[in-house]
């Protein structure tokens, strides 16, 4: 049996409506997983059971995280949140956490885990951060825009290798103060983290970038979800 990879879904709130980005499925396949994309539900008895039903748990992209997550008032250059989504993603990391499944954060992923965790974000890189490359690139997606760097000895050097990688990049937020026990993995040249992990999980890594538009044409975006996968397994 494949590993069903739990989805998180990304809304469109003008239509009121969950959608889907198929690269998220078609990248989880193409490792061998079975994704399963979550429902919009509030009710944490089916929350707890769905994320019970899944060996692994994805956290996509999409809006911006709401800064009432880790305790800030929203600033001007803050962009549409969806509070149903947070608070649907909040109750599904509790269960994640507690039954110690693997999770995958990518981009919005990456800074919902850090605000979940007791971190904090920059809400507007911008206006927030001496940001010296561009982090939100224009079409096309799949294209890499600029390099990361990865620390030798992390999880992801043993799996990509300690040198730099090219990523692509579409995004305003970033980490600002890591969360409690994240560990980063990987920087941008100007400093601001764009991967990390949990010590101690099985598997509870994220990245910045977004390799479900890469992977077609990448192997170390491949080797991303294979490895996730297989934690899965």
Known sequence: MKPVIGVLPLWRSEKERLWMRPDYL????EAGGAPL??????DEELTDQFTGMC???????GQDVSPAIYGEEPLPQLEEV???RDRLELLVIKEALALEKPVFGICRGLQFLNAALGGTLYQDLSTQYDARIPHRQSEPY????HEVNIEPGSPLADVLGSGPISVNSF????VKDLAPGLVPMAWAPDGLVESFFRPGSAFF???QWHPEMLFRNDENSRKLFRTFVEACR
């Open 26 to 29: 078609d990248g989880i396949m």
């Open 37 to 42: 994309i979550f429902p919009f539900t509030e």
């Open 55 to 61: 060996d692994g748990i994805l956290f996509t992209g």
């Open 82 to 84: 969806s509070d149903r």
């Open 142 to 145: 799949s294209v890499p825009t």
């Open 171 to 174: 995004h305003h937020q970033g």
């Open 205 to 207: 890594w994220a990245v």
